[in-house]
């Protein structure tokens, strides 16, 4: 009781009704409180915890790295082999010209260090982004945040940016050849996981080529694995100019990406030189972590299931009386009730049946489903029918 008080005095708040959940430990796909109730990850703390908690194959090769070597230098300067490796490891799995890997600290961070390498390529200046898109919560990042409300406060933000519609082909036309970048989101995550029309990202890479513009691809909560493909670059058959990636990237510990071609990188090295900086991009303990979860991936089936087992939540839940409609790509899901305040009703109580639930930035009607992707299909089972036990109770 006393740490929750001093989390709400000293910790700096952003809601008025944070989860309050005080977490002891956490293993798979379960937490626990210091009184030893259980909590089932709904969400892998929003699409980071994929291989699941308490890793063995990650957190023995934390340790192992912690007692090499934590941080020796700034970004860039000095060779370290995790970052080197995990590198390479992206690279070899991401279509061509994808081969250069920038890493950061956080998503917002990856996609600013993408938007100002794309400035610096093009030479151009504007930016054209999606309604209900969320990239993050930095100055650049916010700015090409498709939501009114959030944006309104902080302006000044930077300028020269245009909001368009997703999956509206009729509106590529404002891609021009002062663009220099688009950045979408295969799958809206916050928008309330919203797909691309596989048709749709084709036209928007063709526009882009046209007229010069980069695509960038904001797949921070897309990748390993949550879609059933290891990236959704990769499902949709579509690749970017510039690729970004965070959340999953870094195993648990914090780490970002943004990755380009060879050639456009190259231009954050001139006029001037160190076009982005970062003290601790890259951190050696970050990308250990975040290889020994890639590799834990890449040698289980767990991608390969994402999409069965996502479907096996969406065949339980269907059909329900509360719920209007599932939207789902792989193991990422959105359950539509249609009504703001039953879905917080609805997710308040979940907590006290134990779950850790989360609802969306632009989507406050529905609820997500995102478990680490190593759940078994016993814990769908339960977990289903804890949710429905629950969500009976408003009918
Ligand atoms: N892009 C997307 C699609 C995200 O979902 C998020 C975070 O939720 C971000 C960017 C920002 O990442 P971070 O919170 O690590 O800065």
């Known amino acids: ?10 910790v700096g708040q952003t809601s008025e009704n944070p989860l309050m959940i005080e977490i002891e430990r956490a293993e798979g796909i379960y937490m626990y409180s210091p009184d030893g109730k259980r909590y089932t990850d709904l969400i892998s703390g929003v699409t980071v915890s994929n291989v699941g908690h308490g890793n063995k194959y990650v957190t023995d090769a934390v340790c192992r790295q912690v007692n090499n070597y934590m941080h020796l230098m ?6 370290e082999s995790p970052q080197v490796r995990y590198a390479q490891k992206l690279a070899s799995v991401l279509p061509d010209p994808l081969e250069s890997v920038y890493f950061v600290n956080s998503g917002s961070e990856a996609v600013e260090g993408a938007l100002k390498l794309a400035k610096r390529y093009t030479g151009r200046t504007e930016l054209v982004a999606f309604k209900n898109a969320y990239h993050g919560s930095t100055h650049g990042a916010l700015s090409i945040m498709g939501g009114e409300e959030f944006r309104n406060a902080f ?3 930077i300028p020269g940016v245009r909001h368009i519609n997703f999956n509206a082909a009729e509106e590529l036309k404002y891609i021009t050849s002062k663009t220099a970048a688009v950045i979408v989101e295969p799958v ?9 029309d596989p048709h749709y990202l084709k036209a928007l890479r063709e526009r882009c080529t046209e007229t010069g513009a980069l695509l960038i691809f904001d797949e921070i909560q897309t990748a390993f694995g949550r879609t059933g493909e290891l990236f959704a670059t990769i499902k949709y058959g579509v690749t970017p100019d510039i690729l970004v990636l965070a959340k999953a990237l870094g195993g648990g510990m914090p780490l970002g990406a943004f990755i380009s071609s060879q050639v456009i990188m190259e231009s954050l090295k001139t006029n001037p030189m160190l076009g982005h900086i970062t003290t601790f991009g890259g951190h050696p303990v970050c990308c250990t972590a975040g290889l020994a979860a890639f590799e834990y991936l890449m040698d289980s089936e767990i991608t390969a299931e994402a999409d069965r087992k996502g479907k096996m939540f969406e065949d339980i839940l269907t059909g329900h009386p509360l719920i209007q409609e599932i939207r789902r790509t792989g193991l990422l899901l959105a359950v539509e009730i249609g009504d703001e305040g039953l879905n917080q009703r609805i997710i308040r109580d979940f907590v006290k049946e134990g779950l850790v639930p989360d609802t969306f930035l632009f989507c406050e009607s529905a609820f997500r489903i995102a478990p680490p992707l190593i759940i078994t299909d016993e814990q769908i089972k339960e977990t289903c029918g804890t949710i429905i036990a629950s969500m009976n109770k408003f009918i």
């Open 188 to 196: 809206q995550g916050e928008g309330g996981v919203r797909p691309a």
């Open 74 to 79: 700034v970004y860039g300067e000095v060779v």
């Open 155 to 157: 302006r000044p933000l």
């Open 1 to 10: 009781m006393i740490l929750r008080q001093l989390f709400l005095e000293h």
